[in-house]
């Protein structure tokens, strides 16, 4: 499995950015997606995450009704799109594939793609 992550950037604080996982492989219906974040000196922490075959995504608390998780079959892709930015979402966004079943749980996924940064300017 390779996941392609891009789109990070600069923004300022409540601008929007969406970043994009270009997966290839194999076939991912019995997977789900995630969006992991890590902040500089913090561990690396769970943001969004959806199953591929249903659709259905799943959000942190921290990013709840400002990220929104989505996927296009036909282009294996995966998108993460965040509005209102805070500095405090200022990281490496990596994306990750884990098999179905838990798909909050970081130790679940084992393909990782590389990270893409996100910086929020005050």
């Known amino acids: 499995v390779q996941l392609q992550a891009f789109g990070g950037g600069v923004v300022q604080a409540g601008g929007s950015l969406r970043l994009s996982c270009a997966a290839s492989?194999?076939?991912?219906?019995?997977?789900?997606m995630g969006w992991f974040r890590q902040a500089p000196g913090q561990e690396r922490e769970f943001a969004a995450a959806?199953?591929?075959?249903?659709?259905?995504?799943y959000y942190a608390d921290s990013v709840k009704g400002r990220f929104t998780i989505s996927r296009d079959k036909a282009k294996n892709t995966v998108y993460l799109r965040m509005n209102d930015l805070k500095p405090e979402d200022t990281a490496v966004y990596s994306c990750?594939?884990?098999?179905?079943?838990?798909?909050?749980?970081?130790?679940?996924?084992?393909?990782w793609g590389q990270g893409t940064q996100v910086t929020v300017s005050s």
């Open positions: 990750a594939v884990g098999l179905r079943g838990m798909p909050t749980t970081q130790s679940n996924y084992h393909y």
């Open positions: 959806i199953t591929w075959s249903a659709g259905r995504s």
């Open positions: 492989g194999r076939t991912f219906d019995d997977y789900d």
